[in-house]
């Protein structure tokens, strides 16, 4: 079956930098357009990053200039490199496909942001 797990995550400082990482199963993963989403406290989860099949990717103006998504397609997983994290970074980061989520989610992962 489909199956996101979502690592990476953790307490940081205001300006640091984390690295997220998303493992996938159960999904041709190597044609699939992959993308990071968050939901913080109180608000809807909306797409932050996308990466295509052939690595066009797609950033939030939010997080853009800040945030890089990758994959590694021999692994199956897909990373996102966090820098210059700001306080209404703090979120569940979530991986799923883009721009069109499957219907299953992963437990994600915490990011805060806090001094």
């Known amino acids: 079956q489909v199956q996101f797990v979502e690592s990476g995550g953790g307490l940081v400082q205001p300006g640091g930098s984390l690295r997220l990482s998303c493992a996938a199963s159960?999904?041709?993963?190597?044609?699939?357009?992959m993308g990071w989403y968050r939901q913080a406290p109180g608000k809807q989860r909306e797409l932050v990053a996308g990466i295509s099949d052939s690595g066009t990717t797609y950033y939030a103006d939010s997080v853009k200039d800040r945030f890089t998504i990758s994959r590694d397609n021999a692994k199956n997983t897909v990373h996102l490199q966090m820098n210059s994290l700001k306080y209404e970074d703090t979120a569940v980061y979530y991986c799923n496909m883009y721009p069109s989520p499957y219907g299953v989610w992963g437990q994600g992962t915490q990011v805060t942001v806090s001094s």
């Open positions: 159960g999904i041709i993963f190597s044609i699939s357009r």
